[in-house]
């Protein structure tokens, strides 16, 4: 049974940075795109990242700069380093398996077949 695994979220301060990683079980994510997700309290959840199975990678314009996608393979992880965070970014965010193996979209929320229960971060002074 698969099953997405998301840790790493927590409290710092604007500017700071966390790591979030996305484990799974019963699944390869090596031949897998994985994206990233995020929701804010009222709002819509959103794309925040995704890499494909040959390792290209997207980003969320509010994102882009800040954020960097990767994967072990080793581990069986795909992991968000979050940089100069901000207030905004405040969010539960959540991973997820794309359809597509060679294919990432941001937008496209219906192309996940799988998603992990979330970890909140929260960036606050």
């Known amino acids: 049974q698969l099953q997405l695994v998301e840790s790493g979220g927590g409290l710092v301060q604007p500017g700071g940075s966390l790591r979030l990683s996305c484990a799974a079980s019963g699944f390869t994510l090596n031949y897998a795109a994985i994206g990233w997700f995020r929701q804010a309290p009222g709002k819509e959840r959103e794309g925040v990242s995704c890499?494909?199975?040959?390792?290209?990678?997207i980003y969320g314009g509010s994102v882009k700069g800040r954020f960097t996608i990767s994967r072990d393979n080793a581990k069986n992880t795909v992991y968000l380093q979050m940089n100069s965070l901000k207030p905004e970014d405040t969010a539960v965010y959540y991973c997820a398996v794309s359809r597509w193996d060679y294919v990432c979209s941001l937008n496209n929320q219906q192309g996940y077949a799988y998603w992990g229960q979330g970890t909140q971060v929260t960036v606050s002074s």
């Open positions: 890499i494909t199975r040959g390792n290209n990678t």
